[in-house]
């Protein structure tokens, strides 16, 4: 079982930059795979980046550039950099992770952090 607690949502202004955490109850080394989705008002949850062990790094395209993921092991904590925030990029931020049991992936949500970019 994983636990994971996401924060650092909040109210920011375009063009700025806004930086998520996802606390993992395990070592983020031992992930298979880790990222993030999100939910814009009115439509449906997509993603924003992941990364998979011995694969590599997929970036939604709408934010290559300027979104990336970040990994600290000592803190079991997967970031989201988020920067030249757009309006569009308002939605409910959730942090995923899969783990591999018996080689079988199993798959953890967080409960989502808001990000507001307005104005």
């Known amino acids: 079982q994983v636990q994971l607690v996401e924060s650092g949502g909040g109210l920011v202004q375009p063009g700025g930059s806004l930086r998520l955490s996802c606390v993992v109850s395990?070592?983020?080394?031992?992930?298979?795979?880790m990222g993030w989705y999100r939910q814009a008002p009115g439509k449906q949850r997509e993603l924003v980046v992941t990364?998979?062990?011995?694969?590599?790094?997929n970036y939604a395209d709408s934010v290559k550039g300027r979104f990336f993921i970040v990994r600290d092991g000592a803190k079991n904590t997967v970031y989201l950099q988020m920067n030249m925030l757009k309006p569009e990029d308002t939605a409910v931020y959730y942090c995923?992770?899969?783990?591999?049991?018996?080689?079988?992936?199993?798959?953890?949500w967080g409960k989502g952090t808001l990000v507001t970019v307005s104005s």
């Open positions: 995923n992770v899969q783990i591999l049991v018996g080689g079988v992936p199993i798959e953890y």
């Open positions: 990364f998979t062990s011995g694969v590599g790094t």
């Open positions: 395990r070592s983020i080394f031992s992930l298979y795979v």
